[in-house]
């Protein structure tokens, strides 16, 4: 079992930035790629970014690409996503999930574990 705990999620204006944090605790961090998806009000959730256990590798969806990177820190057992440049169309609710996918991957089914979600609000 792994627990996730979203954080540094709020309003923020056009162009700005905000970094979220994704705390995990319970079985070894260090296994588990890592990603985030979001979902807006109305909208299906949708894949952001993810990361491989060792952070060689990462993927975006189109949407951020350029703007927004995510990191982690195996010590910590810490997953951070930076993101630059807002836009509106950027606010939802943001979720941490942990899968245990050889690879990383873009789809919510090859994730076991989920936060329970951080708000980000982009005002115009």
């Known amino acids: 079992q792994v627990q996730l705990v979203e954080s540094g999620g709020g309003l923020v204006q056009a162009g700005g930035s905000l970094r979220l944090s994704c705390a995990a605790s319970g079985r070894t961090f260090s296994r588990y790629t890592m990603g985030w998806f979001r979902q807006a009000p109305g909208k299906e959730r949708e894949f952001v970014a993810t990361?491989?256990?060792?952070?060689?590798?990462?993927y975006y969806a189109d949407s951020v690409k350029g703007r927004f990177t995510i990191s982690r820190d195996n010590a910590k057992s810490t997953v951070s996503l930076q993101m630059s440049s807002l836009k509106p169309e950027d606010t939802a609710v943001y979720y941490c999930?942990?899968?245990?996918?050889?690879?990383?991957?873009?789809?919510?089914?090859?994730?076991?574990?989920w936060g329970s979600g951080t708000q980000v609000t982009v005002s115009s």
């Open positions: 999930a942990a899968g245990s996918t050889m690879v990383p991957v873009t789809f919510s089914r090859g994730y076991d574990y």
């Open positions: 990361i491989s256990w060792s952070g060689g590798l990462s």
